[in-house]
């Protein structure tokens, strides 16, 4: 077995970087998403046979197969493989992934394409490393948009069941048809260790953290770490993908590339110069202001109905008590519609009115608040990362309020304020208590020097 060193320079060979970018120049996108190839079904037969070879195995019919014990002992693995593709591949997404105009596999997708020569040139077990750098190489022609790029491991996840799947029909004679056709190609290695190598892929796709690889790999990331404010690459990862979200959803939107959005976006900022607060990309990704600036630049005209739901939030404070207002009215109304219907005199109308007073503005209030938790997303601040610790011109100090009533409460102050700061040791973050006696008729009473 080679040393894990070896592998690496064997693969990171100017030859393998020279025939991944012929790949990339032999890609052409089709401006058709139909897909006739159904993912699901494919995934549903996969967990079929995975069952049936695992009862196959289990019966002992295979009792000194290496493959029979690796299946064995990371079934679940397998199971859990098949999960994950079917939970990142929603219906949707896999819709919006382009596809090559001369796809070689019936699976059309350009990533499953990227997906598939990656694993062809593994030699049968997967590493960062080599995912990292073909998909560098594989974007100096031809660049992927960051969907595709999330849908990389997903769609590496699903060559290697495609593979495994081969595999298990052949040792076990279990019945492959119409699962087992996808780039079809001679195998020239032992099975037994091609599916050692084809599970311990899948258990190190699982410990993965697939944020640092999108990182590594992303255009649009590289460019927008260009921030002239430097603050985007101290900020942490929910904050950078909200930016790049933004960009994708422009891009989207308006049918302009990614890395145009993004280069737009971070030239505007260039062009604020010191402003504090425009010479930071996430003034044109975050704000709506700065948005709203990026778009007009972009040439690009919102939709009427995105227009619309953008006043809505400009106006949140107005368009809340005016929602407000027009159901209390029409309650009120209805009520009152209902006693006149009914007969009622001056006298009753005003009692009517009177009564519906507060339960009308107790059913706007309520009604709007469910309508409002219901159909909006919250959206978090921006945040610096301090994962590795504060840096000293973010010096920070956390200050407890409260109130001194008696020798009990300092001793449990004390220990609140003792567990906050072994709970986050910190050079640059303090803890104090800012406090005060209880309220009393005098400046200086009984038992405050004690306090």
């Known amino acids: 077995m080679q040393s894990g060193g070896d592998r690496d320079t064997r693969k990171a060979s100017p030859e393998t970087g020279l025939s991944t970018r012929r790949l990339a120049e032999s890609h052409t996108i089709?401006?058709?998403?139909?897909?006739?190839?159904?993912?699901?079904?494919?995934?549903?037969?996969?967990?079929?046979?995975?069952?049936?070879?695992?009862?196959?195995f289990r019966s002992g019919e295979e009792e000194h197969s290496h493959a029979a014990e690796w299946v064995l002992d990371n079934y679940y693995i397998i199971q859990q493989a098949i999960r994950q593709v079917h939970e990142d591949m929603?219906?949707?997404?896999?819709?919006?992934?382009?596809?090559?105009?001369?796809?070689?596999?019936?699976?059309?997708?350009?990533?499953?394409?990227?997906?598939?020569?990656?694993?062809?040139?593994?030699?049968?077990?997967?590493?960062?490393?080599?995912?990292?750098?073909?998909?560098?190489?594989?974007?100096?022609?031809?660049?992927?948009?960051?969907?595709?790029?999330?849908a990389i491991p997903t769609m590496l996840r699903f060559g290697i069941l495609e593979k495994l799947s081969r595999l298990i029909s052949s040792i076990t004679g279990l019945p492959c048809e119409g699962i087992c056709d996808i780039g079809k190609a001679e195998e020239t290695v032992d099975?037994?260790?091609?599916?050692?190598?084809?599970?311990?892929?899948?258990?190190?796709?699982?410990?993965?953290?697939?944020?640092?690889?999108?990182?590594?790999?992303?255009?649009?990331?590289?460019?927008?770490?260009?921030?002239?404010?430097?603050?985007?690459?101290?900020?942490?990862?929910a904050t950078r993908n909200s930016y790049r979200l933004t960009v994708e959803e422009i891009a989207s939107e308006s049918g302009l590339d990614e890395i145009r959005v993004a280069k737009e976006a971070i030239e505007m900022a260039d062009e604020a110069g010191d402003n504090p607060r425009s010479g930071h990309v996430g003034f044109f990704l975050h704000i709506r202001e700065g948005r709203k600036l990026l778009e007009k630049r972009l040439g690009y005209s919102r939709p009427a109905f995105m227009d619309f739901r953008r006043m809505l939030w400009e106006h949140a404070s107005e368009v809340y008590a005016v929602s407000i207002a027009l159901i209390f009215l029409i309650f009120i109304l209805c009520m009152l519609g209902y006693a006149l219907?009914?007969?009622?005199?001056?006298?009753?109308?005003?009692?009517?009115?009177?009564?519906?007073?507060?339960?009308?503005?107790?059913?706007?209030?309520?009604?709007?608040?469910?309508?409002?938790?219901?159909?909006?997303?919250?959206?978090?601040?921006?945040?610096?990362?301090?994962?590795?610790?504060?840096?000293?011109?973010?010096?920070?100090?956390?200050?407890?309020?409260?109130l001194l009533s008696d020798p009990g409460d300092v001793h449990s102050m004390i220990k609140q304020l003792e567990r906050h700061f072994l709970a986050n040791r910190d050079r640059n973050l303090t803890f104090a208590v800012i406090s005060d006696f209880a309220d009393a008729p005098y400046q200086q009473m009984p038992g405050d020097r004690e306090l």
Not at 38 to 55: D, F, G, H
Not at 343 to 354: K, P, R, Y
């Open 191 to 237: 099975e037994d260790d091609i599916v050692a190598g084809c599970i311990q892929s899948l258990r190190m796709f699982a410990a993965q953290d697939w944020k640092d690889y999108f990182e590594k790999t992303s255009l649009v990331e590289s460019i927008l770490r260009r921030d002239p404010s430097d603050d985007y690459i101290t900020m942490d990862f």
């Open 30 to 56: 089709s401006g058709n998403r139909n897909r006739t190839f159904n993912l699901s079904s494919r995934l549903r037969k996969y967990r079929i046979l995975m069952q049936s070879a695992y009862k196959y």
């Open 341 to 402: 219907a009914e007969g009622a005199g001056t006298l009753q109308m005003v009692s009517v009115l009177l009564l519906c007073l507060l339960p009308a503005s107790a059913a706007g209030v309520d009604l709007v608040n469910a309508f409002l938790m219901h159909s909006t997303i919250p959206r978090s601040l921006p945040r610096m990362d301090f994962s590795r610790g504060i840096p000293p011109e973010y010096r920070s100090m956390v200050v407890i309020p409260t």
């Open 90 to 150: 929603p219906g949707d997404y896999y819709r919006q992934l382009p596809v090559l105009i001369s796809p070689v596999h019936l699976e059309p997708s350009r990533v499953f394409s990227i997906a598939w020569q990656i694993i062809q040139r593994s030699e049968n077990q997967l590493d960062m490393v080599l995912i990292t750098r073909f998909v560098r190489n594989y974007q100096k022609i031809n660049p992927l948009t960051m969907g595709e790029l999330w």
